[in-house]
């Protein structure tokens, strides 16, 4: 018996041991380690028999839940991946909807689970079995965080009218072209906070905590204040002071919601209540030209770093909200990958990325054989990563990249002090269609270049004091060989290429 209880200690000193080194995922986010892939519970492990695009049980196919996606989590432990971000997994509107299943977006309860998600052939309820899931990733000592909406679906507005905003006629305010769903209420009269907004958030809260999830990404944080996450963010940590909170805000972003009802929070009014991330100023990446602008976005996000120290960015180059890098070509998709992978940024992949799924399908606004929604069409943006339709699982389409996104992601993970903790460095370059950067240690500088021209080759030369015979010079990322001569890089780029070096700054002649 008294072996026993000696067994049963060090086996619970163990896993909280374990628990404590997995759980402090604000550690891993605050010094940029954070590889981050997003997947949408309902169509990740989904099996798609016919291959129309859909999940449709009348097609014996194979919905996604939590259970079938646990089986997968492996994979992305093998590559490289520390952290799961896991799309809305709340009951989605059936009113008023876009797409046949509901937009993940469409948020109808606050602390109930889709029974999309629920794998009906066994007793346990979704929520267990979410739970199952939570504890899958962390025995891989994988973190998990889960999207928190924004927004209520019409369906929730029709049934608690009082949460939520009025327009003159009365009715739910729709909040920019959301036409989807309804802006909460987050102000009384007296402009003292709305008590049946804040509590609705705090059971989300003790749902996400009590499934196990490690911490929230805020769809839209910026329409709402800060006292209020202030208030949300405190009420989390009073139960776990390691839960992380991820703005969906950057720097450039105008005001999503009308400016009469809803006043923009800033990204540093966001951090000082208490959010430890936020996106970077990447979401319009396909509009840069010059290297003038890459420079401004790298400069702005860098300062307010500096200025909220201990806070991070996550790279926003390509998410659900962006069009598939691959549609552009081969050469971008290298460069999202690169960028993504060498800034001082926690790296972020949406599912679908390292396949080179280009978004488009073939059911693409069509109108629909089945619907569990009012929408009678397969509603997308096309292009676009499909939240609203019971879609089947991404497609391999450029099986190839995957080795270079692997190589990639290795990097990053061999390179992780210099990346997160050197000193980062804007490089001249003699072509404003280009742009440059370097971040060097004691013992390395890593050197990135690209081209932001999508027609023509570029001519570059970029000025390093440590390209010299004298010192090692490694090619990362290149399809061609470039010119090292007195401290200069010279190179050819083909449109929207980005090359990669490393140099060692240990003396070759020493050695």
């Not at 804040?198 to 800060?226: E, H, T, W, Y």
């Amino acid at each position: 018996m008294k072996r026993r209880l000696i067994i049963t200690a060090l086996i619970s000193i163990l896993l909280i041991y374990q628990a404590q080194a997995r759980e402090n995922i604000r550690e891993v986010f605050k010094n940029n380690k954070a590889v981050i892939h997003t997947i949408n519970i309902r169509n990740f492990a989904a099996v798609d028999k016919n291959l129309d695009g859909l999940i449709d049980p009348k097609d014996k196919d194979t919905k996604g839940t939590f259970l079938n996606a646990k089986e997968k989590l492996q994979t992305l432990k093998n590559e490289g991946i520390n952290t799961i971000y896991v799309l809305p997994i709340t009951p989605s509107g059936k009113l008023k909807a876009l797409g046949t299943a509901g937009s993940l977006y469409a948020m109808d309860s606050f602390n109930t689970i889709n029974p999309q998600l629920d794998d009906e052939n066994n007793s346990i309820s979704a929520f267990d079995e979410a739970k199952e899931f939570i504890k899958t990733a962390h025995e891989l000592d994988l973190n998990v965080i889960l999207d928190l909406p924004s927004c209520g679906s019409y369906d929730l507005s029709i049934k608690k009218p009082s949460w939520f905003i009025l327009d003159k006629n009365q009715e739910a305010l729709i909040p920019a072209d959301w036409t989807d769903v309804r802006l909460f209420k987050v102000y009384n009269k007296d402009k003292t906070l709305y008590d049946e907004t804040l509590n609705n958030f705090k059971s989300f809260v003790d749902m996400a905590q009590n499934i196990g999830f490690d911490g929230i990404r805020a769809d839209v944080a910026a329409i709402k204040p800060k006292e209020f996450w202030k208030e949300v963010i405190t009420y989390a940590r009073s139960k776990n002071e390691n839960f992380l909170f991820l703005a969906e805000a950057s720097l450039e972003w105008s005001n999503p919601a009308p400016q009469t009802v809803s006043k923009y929070t800033s990204v540093d009014e966001l951090l000082e209540a208490g959010f430890d991330c936020y996106y970077g100023s990447w979401s319009d990446f396909k509009n840069i030209k010059t290297k003038e602008e890459f420079d401004r976005k790298i400069q702005n996000n860098l300062k307010n770093l500096k200025k909220n120290k201990g806070k991070s960015i996550m790279a926003a180059f390509a998410t659900h909200d962006q069009q598939a890098p691959i549609l552009r070509g081969k050469n971008y998709w290298d460069m999202i990958l690169w960028l993504t992978t060498t800034l001082p940024v926690n790296s972020y992949f949406l599912d679908g990325f390292s396949q080179g799924d280009d978004f488009t399908y073939p059911y693409e606004n069509k109108k629909a054989k089945n619907s569990q929604t009012d929408d009678e069409y397969y509603f997308v943006h096309s292009g676009m990563f499909d939240i609203f339709n019971m879609t089947g699982p991404i497609r391999n389409k450029h099986p190839e990249l995957k080795k270079k996104y692997l190589k990639a992601i290795n990097f990053k993970e061999r390179n992780i002090d210099l990346i997160s903790k050197g000193k980062f460095k804007i490089l001249e370059t003699n072509n404003e269609k280009v742009f440059a950067y370097s971040i060097t240690d004691k013992d390395r500088e890593l050197i990135v270049f690209g081209s932001l021209d999508e027609n023509q080759n570029q001519e570059v030369n970029i000025k390093s004091k440590y390209l010299s015979k004298d010192y090692l010079f490694s090619l990362i990322n290149t399809k061609m060989q470039p010119k090292i001569e007195k401290n200069h890089i010279k190179a050819t780029l083909e449109p929207l290429e980005i090359q990669v070096y490393m140099v060692s700054l240990a003396k070759t002649r020493a050695m």
